[in-house]
Structures are given as C-alpha cells and as structure tokens.
C-alpha cells in the first residue's frame, strides 16, 4: 500500500485546513480509513475513521464537531476537514488504511505524514 498525505501547513487558531490522502497499491474501495496524529513528544492519536464505503464515520471526541473525514473511492482519496483549528491540533497527520477505530492504528499501513501547525 502507497498512501501520500498532502494539505498540511501553518494556520492561526480557528483556521482550516483540507488534508488529502492519496491511496494506490490496493483495491481503496475496499478499506476502511483512518487519520491519526502525532503532537512532538506524544503518541499516536486516532483522530477519525470511516468504513469503506463511507456508511459509518467515526470521531475522537478532541476533533468532534470541527473535523469531517470523506472519501472518494472512485479517486482513490480520502479527505479531512478540519475546520476551526486549535494550538492543541498541532501534530503530524496519517492516513491509515485498513482500520475505522482506533484499535489498530499503530501496526496499520500509514503514510510520510503531513505538518500542521496552529500558531497565532
């Protein structure tokens, strides 16, 4: 599996920014997704999954309500929109292939990553 992430960049609080996720390698339609994150000095975090067909999506509660997590099988992409931004958003974000929740984003493929940054 090839998933490259790409969207990523400095914002100031309550900012947006619109990761994107392109998948090759592997039949995307038939995989769940996932994006997760890392803050400097933290673990990886499960931010938001969605079932291969897009039917069930699923939030951490940290992003619930500002993040919507989409995906265009026909494309092969997925999608996060994270809207009103928060210092605590500051990470590197994944996309995870193969998982809907949290239980396997540690040994699941993943991507290089993209930067955001939230700083006023």
């Known amino acids: 599996a090839q998933l490259v992430e790409n969207g990523g960049g400095s914002v100031q609080p309550g900012g947006s920014l619109r990761l994107s996720c392109a998948a090759s390698g592997f039949i995307f339609s038939q995989y769940a997704m996932s994006w997760a994150r890392q803050a400097p000095g933290k673990g990886m975090e499960w931010v938001s999954g969605?079932?291969?067909?897009?039917?069930?999506?699923y939030y951490a509660d940290s992003v619930k309500g500002r993040f919507t997590i989409s995906r265009d099988n026909a494309k092969n992409t997925l999608y996060l929109q994270m809207n009103n931004l928060e210092p605590e958003d500051t990470a590197m974000y994944y996309c995870v292939a193969g998982t809907y929740d949290a239980s396997r984003v540690l040994d699941r493929p993943r991507g290089q990553g993209t930067q955001v940054t939230v700083s006023s």
């Open positions: 969605i079932f291969n067909d897009g039917s069930r999506i």
